[in-house]
């Protein structure tokens, strides 16, 4: 089936210092979404792509839809305490029906 | 607005009883969607009501029964379930304005089956 990749799997890092992840897949993908999650609670949608090279900005929040539309990054500029929890991407695959696939998640630790 | 409500927030059932999820949305979505989440790992997909007709069921055990009785109501209906059935349910609803596809979840219900 449809696999996501996210890396890192998990990172720790410094308040205030800024942080980059991905999410890669073997198959073109039109529509990435990024979520943040935190435990117990449900995803929250942080940033939506649409185009091929397009980047887009929610704030502290940077992501980019890559050129081969097979992979995405996700930037966190000046990292804060409540921005631990995981972080998944996912992309929109139609096939007859439309249904999303998640990637493996980021697991984001904040060190004060 | 992008609100998708769930109710109950949490829920603990014994393996005999039979009880329901309930998950609402009032922003005109046609495709409502049931996830099962087990700590740490994404979403799972269970089913996918588009246009309030089930389209899409992941080969979900029959323990699980869901219901969409109009474009805003969607229901998950259990019944002796297996202690392994213990997660978090995640609902969401798809946003289809043009080309933007945009999905959005409920605050999720915490199932635990004793």
């Known amino acids: 089936g449809q696999q996501l990749n996210q890396s890192p799997q998990s990172m720790f890092i410094q308040e205030g210092e800024d942080v980059s992840m991905n999410c890669t897949s073997s198959s073109i993908f039109n529509t990435w979404l990024w979520y943040k999650q935190d435990p117990g609670e449900g995803p929250v949608l942080l940033i939506a792509?649409?185009?091929?090279?397009e980047l887009t900005s929610n704030g502290r929040l940077t992501a980019q839809f890559g050129i081969t539309r097979k992979d995405s990054f996700l930037n966190i500029s000046a990292s804060i305490p409540s921005d631990v929890g995981i972080y998944f991407c996912a992309v929109l695959w139609v096939s007859g029906t439309y249904k999303y696939i998640f990637g493996t998640g980021t697991r984001l630790k904040v060190l004060a | 607005d992008t609100e998708v409500t769930q109710t109950p927030k949490h829920l603990v059932m014994g393996m005999t009883n039979k009880k329901s999820l309930k998950c609402e949305q009032h922003m005109g979505h046609r495709a409502m969607y049931w996830y099962k989440q087990k700590a740490k790992k994404p979403p799972e997909l269970m089913f996918v009501y588009s246009y309030e007709k089930l389209s899409i069921n992941e080969s979900v055990p029959s323990r699980f029964s869901p219901e969409c009785p109009n474009s805003s109501l969607l229901n998950l209906h259990l019944h002796a379930l297996q202690p392994e059935d213990s997660a978090l349910y995640l609902c969401?609803?798809?946003?289809?304005?043009?080309?933007?596809?945009?999905?959005?979840f409920g605050p999720g219900t915490r199932l635990t089956v004793l």
């Open positions: 792509l649409y185009k091929a090279g």
């Open positions: 969401a609803s798809r946003d289809r304005g043009g080309i933007q596809d945009t999905q959005y």
